[in-house]
């Protein structure tokens, strides 16, 4: 009993053992991880009908596991995110992501040097804990507040940005807010 596979290859899941995707489609950081999402959606829109459902599956799985750094932990009731948007974005929001019987979401806005990210369990028992650790463009965080509230946080330099990391509970909707400084 298997995933079912199309033309031979198993349809990606979030939470699944294995590779982050096919050994094709090596890791190289969040621009390659957004190349290779570009690349996939471009052949879909060339493309007849051979391929088509295996193609948008690995885009998919691309895009979250990749770009969106989600990385689900269900036997700790943890779900971590490491997004890593292009520059050239101000707004995403992902809505569905499943953990064990827990449903989440989650929308990013940027305005001007601000990032506030909104994190919300739909659905579920027990609140899981969502890990946080967004790549900013910046040369360094200038402040945090979680919630209204000021946050002392470390944020490590990342390949032209910095990378804070923030646990917490989703026992209600969280907002985080980052400022970061021109690089």
Same mark, same amino acid.
């Given at each position: 009993r298997g995933l079912p596979t199309v033309g031979g290859?198993? !349809?990606?899941?979030?939470g699944a053992?294995?590779?982050?995707?096919? +050994?094709?489609?090596?890791?190289?950081?969040? %621009?390659?991880?957004?190349?290779?999402?570009?690349?996939? !959606?471009a052949t879909l829109r060339r493309g007849g009908p051979t391929g088509e459902i295996a193609l948008?599956?690995? %885009?998919?799985?691309?895009?979250?596991r990749s770009a969106l750094g989600v990385e689900p932990d269900a036997a700790y009731g943890r779900l971590t995110l490491r997004p890593a948007f292009p520059t050239h974005w101000n707004a995403f929001e992902a809505s569905g992501l499943a953990l064990?019987? +827990?449903?989440?979401g989650f929308t990013w806005e940027r305005t001007g040097a601000l990032h506030r990210f909104r994190l919300r369990q739909t659905a579920g028992g027990a609140?899981?804990?969502?890990?946080?650790?967004?790549w900013l463009f910046g040369s360094?965080?200038?402040?945090?507040?979680?919630?209204?509230?000021?946050?002392?946080?470390?944020?490590?330099?990342?390949?032209?940005g910095v990378r804070p990391r923030i646990q917490l509970p989703a026992e209600r909707e969280r907002v985080v807010e980052l400022e970061v400084s021109p690089p």
């Open positions: 290859r198993g !349809l990606p899941t979030v053992t294995g590779p982050a995707w096919p +050994a094709d489609r090596p890791d190289d950081g969040p %621009t390659s991880s957004w190349d290779g999402v570009r690349a996939d !959606l948008a599956a690995d %885009t998919l799985d691309r895009l979250v064990a019987d +827990a449903r989440l609140p899981i804990t969502w890990i946080l650790e967004p360094g965080l200038t402040s945090a507040r979680v919630d209204g509230e000021p946050a002392e946080l470390d944020a490590v330099p990342d390949g032209g």
